[in-house]
């Protein structure tokens, strides 16, 4: 798929899920210790990073903090002062998702909780266990200027 029809598909399935995702997910509120906005558009490219081979981003990895277990987390992808961020809830937990899954919740956070004030950004639970937590956020310029790409 070209970058365009992915960017499509995902907000097409944001529209399709966004009713029973918002139900488990928290977007971040002034006065909460998250204070630096974030830009849709930014966040937008951001998710694009996550799966950018679709052919592989549909299998299942596992996810933990365990060097000889899947893929190790914390992981981010980045652009601009957006950050996307996965990790697991406690230093012991793994969990089992797809990078394409993965890639169309943070496109609903995105949509529900970036694209509207305050863009703040939120988090949710999520994985074949809900031992995941997925986190957009505005990063400080500095840290955030790793990759701008």
Do not use: Y
């Not at 097409?12 to 977007?27: E, F, I, K, Y």
């Not at 509120?29 to 799966?51: D, L, Q, Y």
């Not at 365990?66 to 980045?78: A, S, T």
């Not at 990790?87 to 793994?94: A, G, K, M, R």
């Amino acid at each position: 798929m070209k970058l365009i029809q992915v960017r499509q598909f995902l907000l097409w399935v944001a529209a399709m899920v966004a009713t029973v995702s918002s139900t488990q997910m928290d977007c971040f509120k002034p006065g909460s210790s998250i204070s630096r906005p974030t830009a849709f558009n930014k966040c937008s490219i951001a998710v694009e990073k996550m799966a950018p081979d679709m052919r592989l981003a549909r299998k299942p990895i596992r996810f933990s903090r365990n060097h000889d277990e899947g893929l190790k987390v914390p992981l981010d992808w980045r652009h601009g002062n957006c950050v996307i961020l996965l990790d697991v809830l406690s230093d012991t937990d793994s969990d089992t998702a797809t990078l394409f899954g993965l890639a169309i919740q943070a496109n609903v956070l995105n949509n529900l909780c970036v694209i509207k004030e305050p863009h703040l950004g939120g988090s949710i639970i999520l994985g074949k266990d809900r031992l995941l937590n997925l986190t957009i956020l505005g990063a400080s310029s500095a840290r955030a200027a790793i990759d701008t790409s």
